[in-house]
């Protein structure tokens, strides 16, 4: 198994494992010795951190052969797998810690701006939270699936953009499917659109999908697999508009919410025309 770290001048070094502990050793050297600039590259197979504290420093990038055929595992209690510090880009892996329920982390960031941050085909797996990130700045995701036994993907922060498209939000636990923002900071202003997505939620009553801020979510063409104690969508700030191509029960929904037009299920084009309209 060979990992290799392009530097941002065009040079390269390549780092050797023949087992999953030993790709997992060569992944934390190329991560060690990444700048700012640099891409680390994985071939397929298992990469086994074995414990140790992985991390992307501030404009370093992350690629795989793809999701399913790169892996990197660890089992690492009150520890994130993988921590992202600004401007990081994932993109083609898989990462889970652990495999049974408790304090296993799977993505989380550790300053305050998150720049830039892009996830474009991975797989999260967290047995608790499967990833957080917090702060301003933007992040995109399309192509992605995230797991977590207590919540699955959450944001949280000020001045804070998402954009989600063609991803699977699965929650097995109390928490949420996703979740943006905190009740206890509704006035913070967070603006996310989310398209052709699925808010898989089951294992105790909480909420599908959460938004708290002062901003706007809005919704396209989305699906809701929710188990029947739970609420599809749950409101508290700014306003929430859904598409008629979004299947929620509107039943199970908590807040006030508005209806709109329906842009159908088209592909990345007609998401990024969303963006363009500024809905």
Same mark, same amino acid.
């Not at 494992?17 to 990444?34: C, H, P, S």
């Not at 702060?135 to 995109?140: K, P, W």
């Not at 599908?208 to 809701?224: D, I, K, P």
């Given at each position: 198994g060979v990992v290799t770290l392009r530097r941002a001048n065009g040079t390269f070094t390549? $780092?050797?494992?023949?087992? +999953?502990? *030993? !790709?997992?050793?060569? %992944?934390?050297? *190329?991560?060690?010795?990444?700048? &700012?600039? +640099?891409v680390v590259h994985l071939g397929p197979g298992v990469f086994d951190l074995?414990?140790?504290? *992985?991390? %992307?420093?501030?404009?370093?990038?992350?690629?795989g052969q793809g999701r399913g055929q790169t892996i990197i595992v660890n089992v690492t209690k009150s520890y994130p797998l993988l921590i992202l510090t600004r401007d990081n880009t994932i993109? &083609? =892996?898989?990462?889970?810690?652990?495999?049974?329920?408790?304090?296993?982390?799977? =993505? !989380?960031?550790?300053? @305050?701006?998150?720049?830039?941050?892009?996830?474009? +085909?991975? *797989?999260?797996? @967290?047995?608790?939270d499967g990833m957080t990130l917090f @702060?301003?700045?933007?992040?995109?995701m399309r192509h992605s699936y995230v797991y977590g036994s207590s919540n699955s993907l959450s944001f949280e922060g000020h001045k804070l953009t998402i954009a989600l498209y063609d991803s699977v939000f699965e929650c097995v636990g109390p928490g949420r499917s996703l979740g943006i923002g905190a009740e206890s900071q509704p006035t913070a202003y967070i603006r996310a659109i989310i398209?052709?997505? =699925? $808010?898989?939620?089951?294992?105790?009553? &909480?909420?599908?999908?959460?938004?708290?801020?002062?901003?706007?979510?809005? %919704? $396209?063409?989305?699906?809701?697999?929710?188990?029947? @104690?739970? $609420?599809? =969508?749950? !409101? !508290?700030?700014g306003p929430v508009t859904?598409?008629?191509?979004?299947?929620?029960?509107?039943?199970k929904v908590s807040g006030v919410v508005v209806r709109a037009k329906s842009y159908g299920h088209s592909p990345s084009e007609g998401f990024l025309q969303l963006m363009r309209d500024g809905v």
């Open positions: 390549n $780092f050797f494992g023949a087992t +999953d502990t *030993a !790709r997992g050793a060569a %992944l934390l050297a *190329a991560l060690n010795a990444a700048g &700012s600039g +640099d074995a414990g140790g504290n *992985a991390a %992307l420093g501030t404009n370093v990038s992350l690629i993109s &083609s =892996v898989t990462l889970s810690n652990s495999t049974a329920n408790g304090n296993y982390l799977g =993505v !989380r960031n550790v300053t @305050g701006d998150c720049g830039r941050m892009v996830f474009d +085909d991975v *797989a999260i797996y @967290g047995y608790s @702060g301003t700045g933007t992040v995109e398209k052709d997505c =699925v $808010f898989k939620k089951s294992g105790g009553a &909480s909420s599908a999908f959460f938004y708290a801020g002062y901003g706007q979510a809005s %919704l $396209f063409n989305c699906t809701w697999e929710v188990d029947d @104690g739970s $609420f599809h =969508v749950m !409101r !508290r700030g859904l598409d008629a191509a979004c299947n929620f029960d509107a039943e």
